[in-house]
């Protein structure tokens, strides 16, 4: 079955960065579209970044210029580098997969930058 496991979560300073990642498994990892959510403490789950198998991206624009998503279809895993973090971007960040019209999701890790 499809899995996704995110890693890297933690808790840093303003402006500080960190690394997140996801790895995959239960389906052709090369073949997929991978995307970042994240959601923080009373608000909606919100998409912030994406890569497509053919390596096009988008980015939100609350993370654009400071976050990139780089995939690595040898090790079937999605990153999310996070640099010149802010406050607001504590949340839960969460790996997802479009397979076959049905979304899937990791368990989420959580992200809290402290000012």
């Known amino acids: 079955q499809v899995q996704l496991v995110e890693s890297g979560g933690g808790t840093v300073q303003s402006g500080g960065s960190l690394r997140l990642s996801c790895t995959a498994s239960?389906?052709?990892?090369?073949?997929?579209?991978m995307n970042w959510y994240r959601q923080a403490p009373g608000k909606a789950r919100e998409h912030i970044a994406g890569?497509?198998?053919?390596?096009?991206?988008y980015y939100a624009d609350s993370v654009k210029g400071r976050f990139t998503i780089p995939r690595d279809n040898a090790k079937n895993t999605v990153s999310l580098q996070m640099n010149s973090l802010k406050p607001e971007d504590t949340a839960v960040y969460y790996c997802?997969?479009?397979?076959?019209?049905?979304?899937?999701w990791g368990q989420g890790t959580q992200v809290t930058v402290s000012s």
């Open positions: 239960g389906f052709t990892f090369s073949r997929a579209a």
């Open positions: 890569i497509t198998n053919a390596y096009d991206t």
């Open positions: 997802q997969a479009l397979i076959a019209a049905v979304h899937h």
